[in-house]
């Protein structure tokens, strides 16, 4: 095969580098028209004329300098006169006498008419009856405080057995053995017996021991420190159901 042209003077041998520089070009004009700034010419005819003559007018007032002349020297000061009067009034002067008294001097107190009474001390509060100093008289009791302490005992435990209904615990279907009730009264100042507290194991049962505690007789009440005083009792109970 014969080559009808020289190598040398071929183009497609320089395609590549052409299409480098165009491609340069493209990417720089593009550049260029994206940085290119425009502006509306319609808008710099609104913004009109710069006038800078009439902002440099300023009016200065004109000062007229007057001429101030000193007061003459003859002109007499005026000094107002004050009169005195004189207080026609007179003011009495009040003589203040003192009321120390001399340490030489006795002072003497009759005490005639002052008559000493001696205030009762009220006792409000009950006493338990083991701390009493004189207890609470049960009728027929004699003898000192221990003696009457025992005696008062004793008529109290007599008078609930013959007094309580023992077969109300056996009608009440409690189980046979030794039942306990807990008792509490108050002999007050008059010496009658109040306030009657009773724990047991039936609510009847305890009824009951203060139906017959409340009929107790009244007795002497006791004292304390010769005063008659509220005395706190209580006494534990034993009864057997059989």
Same mark, same amino acid.
């Given at each position: ?10 183009? &497609? ?5 052409? $299409?480098?520089?165009?491609?340069? #070009? ?10 290119? @700034? ?16 009439? /902002? ?21 000061? $005026?000094?107002? @006169? ?8 007179? !003011?009495? %002067?009040?003589?203040? /006498? ?6 030489? &001097?006795? !002072? ?11 205030? &009762?001390?009220?006792?409000? %509060?009950?006493?338990?009856?083991? #701390? ?10 004699? =003898?000192?405080?221990? &003696? #009457?302490? *025992?005696?008062?005992?004793? @008529?109290?435990?007599?008078?609930? =057995? ?18 306990? $009730? ?17 724990? =047991?194991?039936?609510?009847? #049962? ?9 009929? $107790?007789? *009244? ?24």
């Amino acid at each position: 095969m014969i080559t009808k042209k020289n190598p040398k003077q071929q183009l &497609e041998n320089y395609s590549k580098i052409f $299409l480098q520089i165009g491609l340069a #070009l493209t990417l720089f004009v593009v550049y260029t028209l994206m940085e290119h @700034k425009t502006y509306d010419r319609s808008d710099l005819k609104s913004l009109g004329q710069a006038n800078m003559e009439d /902002e440099m007018k300023e009016d200065i007032p004109i000062v007229l300098i007057q001429e101030v002349t000193p007061p003459p020297k003859d002109v007499p000061v $005026l000094v107002e @006169k004050i009169k005195i009067v004189e207080d026609e009034m007179k !003011i009495e %002067e009040t003589i203040i /006498e003192s009321t120390e008294t001399d340490e030489g &001097e006795a !002072i003497v107190i009759n005490t005639d008419d002052i008559i000493e009474v001696e205030e &009762e001390e009220e006792l409000l %509060e009950d006493i338990p009856f083991v #701390l009493i100093e004189n207890v609470p008289v049960y009728p027929g009791c004699k =003898g000192n405080n221990t &003696e #009457l302490k *025992r005696c008062f005992t004793q @008529k109290i435990t007599a008078f609930f =057995g013959k007094k309580f209904n023992t077969s109300l615990a056996t009608e009440l279907g409690l189980v046979p053995g030794k039942k306990k $009730l807990f008792v509490m009264f108050k002999i007050d100042r008059t010496g009658k017996v109040s306030n009657v507290m009773a724990r =047991g194991p039936h609510p009847r #049962l305890e009824k009951e021991v203060i139906t017959v505690l409340t009929s $107790l007789p *009244r007795m002497t009440p006791g004292k304390q420190r010769g005063s008659p005083v509220g005395v706190s009792y209580s006494i534990p109970i034993t009864f057997e159901v059989r």
